[in-house]
């Protein structure tokens, strides 16, 4: 392709522009020992320099150590006769000062030998050519540390196709095979790591959390994983997403930690950064009096590490922490512990980190010793006259070490069958060659785990997981609570957090809402809600919806179910069945009481005049208006029903046809005496009492034709009693009547027609006028009814509506009874049982009119 042969031919114009810009610099930057094959190595010796200035302070553990572990295995290879015999592994090691512009042109001298350099216009002062050394060839790179620093790389060694085989990087972005298809790491990539941290934060129980990374390829790509991931897997959500600068100003980090608070329920803070950002972040939570309100999960930068919170045990307390599972290698101790000024001479930074490791200074020729300092005198041990404690990287810089080197073996196995050192087939090493056997290997490593690449060059995950704790504030430190390989095991008995509390604080967005309750989700944040009350008849119907309970049921208290609205009924012992039934059985005595006294003085002129027949029917109706009393009591049946229908319209139909036929007889009477002798029509008893049974039979055969039509049934009404509150709600066991209005219609035709003639014969003779006590009777029956309307439809909404209703209209009925009877027949028993003196024939008229009327009487 023309793309890599642009690059390459960039990458040749640069280092020709460069080569004697650096070369002299670079030999304080560079070690090289010599071997049949060459690896390159890169590491941060130094930390990144002030600015102006390429590098820093010297890196005691992750520059010195991971160095010296890349030596211990190239020792160990070498004197190995199992891997590579008769081949000598030896080195170019360049230190990176942990930036990624000064790695890369480090990183050139790597590719010095692949390079074609055109020295044909260059001479000598004696005109001679110049002799220019070849380079020894780098077959692969040992390295970085730093991710952004490996990308950097990365991109140049792939153009020459260089193998590059880290020990630190985990970036996700190295995954890609497709631009990074020469780089492999015995680490797993930060997407494992972000998938431990999101495993970590499900197994709490949180569900809102904010990120916090240093700005960079390591912080930006592990967050950047953690949200994708976050998002695919659902259930957390991302309160905040806030990135440290590079080079953060004053009050910076005070900054941060106001913007984490603005979202003070989500407690739980995924941290990617450096250590230097991370001991910043603590010292201002700690300065804005937010101690134990932040719950960290750090990742591998942070790990067991005591630096980052020495001082600040009390903020960082129950922070989470994750870090590749590794071993201490007790071969790399021993190794360490025994260099020195004299047998470690090929590490040219091993003077630096023993004057810095024993704070004493080394005298060098024509520079004077500081008296402030001691000297050094060569004596010293490491471990003994000075702290020691194995880099957590040592073991992945052997391993990265061991896995080219095995690579290497196995090529020479299948290059150069039988042949002692490196025969022509490996003369040069084919990269693109051994990157596919280095992505072949498979062995035990230093710790006795498995070393092996994927397709994408990415080491499995397997992670021991941390938490800071202060069992007593004199003795803090980090404990191993679980693992991730794969999956989380994680030991929620062992957590302890802020004071010693071992239960799991909340780090959610919304608590969950109360039983009977909905969420209503808020746009745009899955984890974020507010409860709303599943009100009026509804139920939880799940954890976002309300439900209508059915009509015939209502929520329990807690809204979470329906249960079965209670039916009830109008029970005997309740006033409102006591007082009517009272009435009722007065009203049912009194009639029983006329009508004994009326069969027993049945030939008496006042029972004879009182028209008897018509009279014992009349009497019959108001018997049956208080019996109905009882059946509008008792519990709703069929036969209950049944009877009902009947009873209810006719005992009334038979009181109101009997006295409009009394009052349509006495007016025609009178009217028709007035113009001549001669007596009206249907006058006599048997022809009243069939208009009458006439006017009864309309009544009773619209009642059939309702049986026919509707047969009686009990219902049970839900909605009559339905008020807003539904503990309050009753289904109401009754009677199916729904058409009794249309019933009664025919009834109060009756009542009405009775009154209009009951005023049309007031006129007449006192002596025998019957009809000014009907006229009385319906006009207090019109009365009684008036007041019955506004208190039978006013009590609609009522809670006792079925109770105030009934009784209302059996109270009504029985008054309407009671007039009737009191108006019409309590004075003719009064005079017959307590004046009988006056229940005497009288002698006959002698005016027509009374003749004619005493006549039809008798």
Known sequence: CAAPHEARERAVFLYILLSFHWLTELRSHLRFIPGDITLGGLFPIHARGPHGLPCGELKKEKGIHRMEAMLYALDQINSDPEVLPNITLGARILDTCSRDTYALEQSLTFVQALIQKDTSDIRCSNGEPPIIRKPERVVGVIGASASSVSIMVANILRLFEIPQVSYASTAPELSDNNRYDFFSRVVPPDSYQAQTMLDIVKALGWNYVSTLASEGNYGESGVDAFMQISREAGGVCIAQSVKIPREPTDGEFDKIIRRLMET?????????????????????????????????????????????????????????????????????????????????????????????????????PGIKLDPDKKKCTGEERIGRDSSYEQEGKVQFVIDAVYAVAHALHSMHQDLCPGSSGVCGNMDPVEGRSLLNYIRSVNFNGSAGTSVLFNENGDAPGRYDIFQFQMTNHSHPGYRVIGQWTNNLRLNLDEMQWSGGDRSVPESICSFPCRPGERKKMVKGVPCCWHCELCDGYQYQLDEFTCETCPSDMRPVPNRTACRPTPIIKLEWNSPWALVPASLAMLGILATSAVVITFIRFNDTPIVRASGRELSYVLLTGIFLIYLITFLMIAEPGV??????????????AITYSAMLTKTNRIYRIFEQGKRSVTPPKFISPTSQLAITFILISVQVLGVFVWFAVIPPHTTIDYEELRPPNPDLARGILKCDMSDLIDLLLPICHLSVTCTVYAVKSRGVPETFNEAKPIGFTMYTTCIVWLAFVPIFFGTAQSTEKMFIQTGTLTVSMSLSASVSLGMLYMPKVYVIIFHPEQNVQKRKRSFKVSTQLYCVTC
């Open 264 to 364: 003070s329920n989500a407690r739980g803070v995924i941290i990617f950064a450096n250590e230097d950002d991370i001991r910043c972040v603590l010292e201002a939570a700690k300065r804005a009096n937010l101690t134990g309100h932040f719950l960290f999960v750090g990742s591998d930068s942070w790990g067991a590490k005591s630096s980052p919170i020495t001082e600040l045990e009390d903020v960082a307390e129950g922070a989470v922490t994750i870090l590749q599972k590794r071993a201490s290698i007790d071969g790399f101790d021993q190794y360490f512990m025994s260099r020195s000024l004299e047998n470690n001479r090929r590490n040219i930074w091993f003077a630096e980190f023993w004057e810095d490791d024993f704070r004493c200074k080394l005298t060098r």
């Open 639 to 652: 036969v209950v029903c049944a009877f009902r229908r009947l009873l209810l319209g006719l005992g009334m």
